[in-house]
């Protein structure tokens, strides 16, 4: 049995629907700009290009209902909604043809952003992560397994914020569909179980406040709530 200098820490993991059992979390990738209105209102252009990657770090997921802290250092954080896809198999250089054989299930997320950091690690030409990747930045539903519900290519996709809708789209507005970016991606990374995708948000991020009451949605999948403290 391996021993530690330290105590390891808990693995992250996140709930399953109908199921006292946790799905364990490796990574945690994040696809940018994957809604030609998004990539437009953040002044992009919408013409398909070759898909960009970042990543969060699986302690950055906040599981079961908990409130979102409003992070210091920043008055200015955003909302992103997103469906989340969660890998059972892995591999290198997976083919577009077998890519969904690797999905174990889907999920609501969030990519909370830091947009004021963001931004001047943009104009610094420098890496985004205390934009992305910080403590709790990442919101996140229950996984239901694709065996329950398929692979969902269409279905709205919404967030309100105080019960006013703030987002909305539909999946089938992705401009790179989810065996798209797990044959993309594995030839970036060998990709692992565990493996968690964010698969990019719709038009209408915004920012939020302390005090604001978070609704999101993927039809077909599920809801995700949570509260700005």
């Given at each position: 049995?391996t ?26 990738y ?18 398909r ?56 299930g ?67 507005h ?56």
């Amino acid at each position: 049995m391996t021993q530690f200098v330290i105590d390891p820490p808990t693995p992250a993991s996140l709930p399953v629907r109908g199921s006292d059992a946790r799905f364990p979390v490796r990574r945690v990738y994040c696809v940018g700009r994957n809604y030609a209105a998004h990539t437009i209102e953040m002044g992009g252009d919408p013409d398909r290009e070759e898909p960009f990657f970042f990543q969060k770090n699986p302690d950055d997921l906040l599981t079961d209902g908990a409130d979102f802290p409003y992070p210091d250092k920043s008055s200015d954080v955003h909302h992103e909604i997103e469906m989340s896809v969660a890998l059972s198999k892995g591999g290198r250089d997976i083919s577009l043809e077998s890519a969904l054989d690797h999905v174990w299930g889907y999920g609501v997320a969030l990519d909370m952003t830091r947009r004021d950091l963001q931004a001047a690690c943009k104009k610094a030409g420098r890496p985004w992560e205390i934009g992305k990747a910080f403590d709790r930045s990442a919101p996140a539903s229950e996984l239901v397994a694709a065996s329950e519900i398929g692979h969902p290519a269409d279905g709205a996709i919404w967030l309100k914020v105080n019960g006013e809708v703030r987002q909305q789209g539909d999946l089938n507005h992705m401009i790179w569909k989810v065996p798209e970016m797990i044959a993309y991606l594995s030839g970036l990374f060998t990709l692992a179980p565990g493996d968690i995708i964010l698969s990019g948000t719709p038009a209408g991020v915004g920012p939020v406040a302390r005090g604001d009451e978070l609704e999101g949605h993927v039809d077909g999948i599920g809801e995700l709530r949570c509260r700005v403290v």
